[in-house]
């Protein structure tokens, strides 16, 4: 807990908003995208779809192959509880949904579904992409495949499996977007960065969740960042978007929302 809280401090006193940032591709993003204050339609879908689940009190044994929770003591979990504490947040929702909608990618892929909270923000942001999904619970993935069903999202393919063996074991052609919310490790993490590469086009859009959560999540963070393929990435603290635009000239940028 210490080292988020360090952490945040040091990304407050470094980061910026729009009037810091001379990248056009980045400034478009940040003014027309992350700041965007409209109050699309489809948000009220995505209340609708998480207060579903937070008044469901049904317990569920979840089987967790990922860094752990800091939360949750038992694998004994209520539905509810995993949407109120585990769960994207509305407003992380309402970000990707924009993040979608601004980009509209036509093949997504989503590491670690949960119950589907950030796949509805995918799902509605496009209506006409492809979404993979991968979760490693299938507890967890029949509840939201059950919501998917219920909110009539049909754009969406889920996948019960472990994510390493997943990865490696399936060929896949591109993505436009990737969503990497799975297994908060640096080795993981590194691991899923380096199998999905041969998946990226010049406008391939990667999320990286919880890019702080840990030392060890940081050490992946800059590793990325590093990397010669990347070449533009923007830290929202808890998001790290990676661009690998080939007439870019690599920058890295650190945003506050």
Known sequence: MLQIIKSYFNFLKN????????????????????????????????????????????????????????????????????????GISKKRARLLFRIVRYFQPSAILEIGTS?????????????????????????????AQNQFENFRFNNIKSEVAEFSVYLRNTSFSTFDLIYFDGNHSKKATLEYFETL??????????????????????EAWKTIKNHPKVKVTIDTFQWGLVFFRREQEKEHFIIRL
């Open 15 to 86: 980061s910026t908003n729009e009037h810091g940032v001379h990248s056009p591709f980045v400034f478009n993003l940040v003014t027309r995208c992350f700041y965007d204050k409209t109050n699309h339609p489809e948000y009220l879908t995505l209340k609708e779809y998480r207060n579903s689940l937070l008044q469901n009190n049904n317990t569920i044994e979840v089987t967790d192959f990922g860094a752990g929770s800091r939360v949750f003591k038992s694998n004994q979990r209520k539905i509810s509880a995993i949407a109120k504490n585990a």
């Open 115 to 143: 119950l589907g909270l950030a796949t509805s923000a995918l799902s509605t942001g496009n209506q006409k992409a492809v979404i993979t999904t991968l979760e490693g619970c299938t507890e967890t993935s029949r509840v």
């Open 197 to 218: 590469l041969p998946t990226i086009t010049n406008e391939s859009v990667w999320i990286f969740d919880d890019i702080h959560w840990s030392q060890d999540m940081e």
